[in-house]
């Protein structure tokens, strides 16, 4: 067992901030408290730092396979990238086949992340629901898994009816679980998409035009619904625009368990990157769309107040150009079309970089509320804390030293995602991770990966808590 010793940092969780050494022995925090004199392996300075949890982004698809295209990175170098930005937990998501059961689908999915080099837990998109696999899903939850994704959207591949989702949510609550919603309405989306097409209308604008805000503010206040009535909490991915978070700042203040993240696409990036109608637009095709710039203010106030609870990613990337890293044809296949344009940005490396610079830097946050919705509230959701999020006596010793003196110029020359592009290249951040120690390892010291492939554990998770 190897013993470390950060000294002197300003030790920042959810709740508290003080000046503190921390002491780990193997992978838990052992002690922390001031000036501790103990003998330790190795010491790091961490003087003029914040010592922070390593940030969880519960939200990613590594090696997802969307039909004509697998997304770029895969566990091993999604996580790599990852804690390079300082994040030390993902959460992605087996997906169950129409055909196929659940079961079948976390399996192949623990196979493909045991080359990660940070933990990994699992949630699972269900994608079909024949009351015979009912069972599965109880059995799930006492598993480890304790959180089904559906959809209202993508017709051929993901989307449910009303009834089949409502099923699946009073199982869900019936069994103790989590129900997360992809809230866009996927019938009407799939209107837009036939009358654009009919029209020679076929470049990337048109996929942000398809899929308009009242899709997802619908969908979302309907998913919602649905979950009052199920009895069960429900936690919205990858919320967009100011309409759909709108929606769950209204439940929440009528008492219902509604939940929401948004992403770093939504907060730093804006509608006009689609509007010249040429083919880069194709680098931003995610759903839902990137939405115009006056949603950008209403995300970052719902995350400052507690409408929305986390950032996660949606990482999902796909390479500009064919041949990148020996890779195949990707985004390039939507040349013609954009609904063959496969959908997702990459930003596991980025999200805590944008957090830091779009809260902290430009809207005065406190660390306090960084560290919350990048580590703390995502922990808590999904049955990691206090294990994950948060530098406690007995918690793993996932902890990031970020230096806010050290700039950082995000690039795709230079970032470790496995994609030949970076929807935020250019941007500057005033900090950035220094060292990131994921369970008690060094795995990144400035920009040098340390760790090994396959040092990621997967991580059973608990039935979600409260934030
Ligand atoms: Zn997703």
């Known amino acids: ?44 300075d961490a ?31 999604g996580t790599m990238a990852a804690a390079h930005g300082g994040t030390t937990t993902i959460i992605d998501f087996a997906t169950q086949s129409r055909t196929g059961t659940m079961h079948a689908a976390l399996d192949t999915w623990l196979a493909k992340a045991e080359k990660a080099v940070i933990d990994y837990g699992m949630h699972m998109i269900v994608a079909n629901l024949p009351d015979s696999l009912l069972p599965e899903m109880d059995a799930l939850v006492r598993e480890g ?44 989306i799939d209107y837009f998409i036939r009358k654009f097409l009919a029209e020679g209308k076929t470049t990337p604008n048109y996929h942000p ?12 206040h309907r998913c919602i619904a649905l979950a009052e009535l199920a009895g069960v909490p429900v936690y919205i991915v990858h919320v967009s625009s100011r309409y759909a978070m709108e929606e769950i700042r209204m439940a ?37 769309p990137i939405r115009e710039r006056a949603n950008q203010e209403p995300l970052w106030n719902a995350l400052a107040q507690d409408d929305l609870q986390a950032v996660a990613t949606d990482h999902c990337p796909f390479c500009m150009r064919e041949g990148y890293k020996g890779l195949p044809k990707q985004k390039e296949l939507g040349k013609e079309n954009f609904t063959k344009i496969p959908n997702g940005v990459p930003g596991v490396e980025n999200r805590m970089h944008i957090v830091y610079q779009g809260g902290v830097v430009q809207r005065g946050w406190s660390m306090n509320r960084f560290v919350q919705v990048t580590s703390t509230a995502p922990a808590k959701l999904f049955g990691l804390f206090p294990r994950k999020g948060t530098i406690a006596v007995g918690s793993d010793a996932d902890i ?34 220094s060292l990131v120690l994921a369970r008690g390892r060094v795995i990144f010291e400035e920009d040098k990966f340390l760790g090994k492939r396959g040092q990621g554990e997967y991580l059973k998770r608990g039935t979600y808590g409260m934030v």
């Open 145 to 188: 898994v304790t959180s089904f994704k559906l959809f209202t959207a993508y017709p051929d591949r993901l989307m449910l009816d009303d009834g089949t989702i409502f099923k699946a949510m009073r199982r869900t609550g019936e069994n103790g679980g989590f129900v997360m919603m992809h809230a866009e309405n996927g019938s009407v």
């Open 252 to 288: 929440r203040a009528r008492g219902v368990p509604a939940f929401g993240e948004t992403c770093p696409q939504y907060l730093a990036l804006a509608y006009e990157m689609y509007a010249d109608g040429s083919f880069d637009g194709a680098k931003f095709v995610c759903s839902p």
């Open 1 to 44: 067992m190897t013993t470390t010793l950060v000294k002197g940092g300003r030790v920042i969780t959810a709740t508290d901030d003080s000046i503190a050494d921390v002491f780990i022995d193997g992978d838990k925090i052992k002690l922390i408290g001031t000036n501790l004199s103990l003998q330790a392996d190795r010491v790091i």
């Open 209 to 220: 035009l398809s899929r308009p805000h009242a899709t997802e503010a619908e969908a979302t």
């Open 400 to 433: 990031v030293l970020w230096n806010p003196q050290r700039k950082y110029t995000i690039s795709a020359a230079t970032h470790f995602m496995r994609v030949d592009y970076n929807p935020y290249e250019g941007t500057i951040i005033d900090g950035s991770p």
């Open 47 to 77: 003087t003029n730092q914040y010592v922070i949890p390593g940030g969880i982004d519960c939200h990613t698809h590594m090696e997802l396979d969307v039909g004509a295209a697998v997304s770029s990175d895969d566990f091993e170098t």
